[in-house]
Antibody, heavy 124, light 106 residues
């Protein structure tokens, strides 16, 4: 059974860069047709999609965050990563990694499973 | 930008049917997913492609999508179904989430 395990610092200073990693176990990140995504949730609020990466490194991002985000993949370690630059207080959130399941046709992908989430607080 | 609107809260008695709606312009032309999130936990997929249930999700969960509204229905709602529910769709390769509905089982 596929499992996702996110990791990274829980506290980041304003203007610094957040770096999170998501380790995938129980399956390969390569060649499945699936994308690998980051989604965040500010405390007490809704979900916001950040972006996605394919095993070959192809990416696409939420336009509202594109200028500050980089998502990358390391197939040799079966993990993918998020970097979010110039952090501000509004970036305080639980950051989830998830698999974007390739629906394989005239349909729409979905997210399953999700990792446990990493609470990141932006504060000096 | 495309928006998905959900009623912030819904209350139901145990054993009753819960209906949680998600509205958007011509939403019926898109595929909708639903996620359940219990306090302190990660979201869990309960419906994908409008009406399909992942393995392990009880049959009491069902979904539909037509016109401008998608609906998540829970028949015979149980106390364990108390959670936040989020709808999700795609618009021009961008993921959109609804604001979420808090389901309370009284």
């Amino acid at each position: 059974q596929l499992q996702m395990q996110g990791s990274g610092p829980g506290l980041v200073k304003p203007s610094e860069t957040l770096s999170l990693t998501c380790s995938v176990s129980g399956g390969s990140i390569s060649g499945s047709g699936d994308y690998w995504v980051w989604i965040r949730q500010p405390p007490g609020k809704g979900l916001e999609w950040i972006g996605a990466v394919y095993y070959d490194g192809a990416t696409y991002y939420n336009p509202s965050l594109r200028s500050r985000v980089t998502i990358s993949v390391d197939t040799s370690k079966n993990l993918f990563s998020l970097r979010l630059r110039s952090m501000i207080a509004a970036d305080t959130a639980v950051y989830y990694c998830a698999r974007q399941v390739d629906c394989g046709g005239d349909c729409a992908d979905w997210f399953d499973p999700w990792g446990q989430g990493t609470l990141v607080t932006v504060s000096s | 930008s495309y928006d998905l609107t959900q009623t912030p809260s819904v209350s139901v008695s145990p054993g009753q049917t819960s209906s949680i709606t998600c509205s958007g312009d011509q939403l019926g032309t898109k595929y909708v997913c639903w996620y359940q999130q219990k306090p302190g936990q990660s979201p869990v997929l309960v419906i994908y492609q409008n009406s399909r249930r992942p393995s392990g999700i009880p049959e009491r969960f069902s979904g539909s999508n037509s016109g401008n509204t998608a609906t998540l229905t829970i028949r015979g709602t149980q106390p364990m179904d108390e959670a936040d529910y989020f709808c999700q769709a795609w618009d021009n390769s961008i993921v959109i989430f609804g604001g979420g509905t808090k389901l309370t089982v009284l």
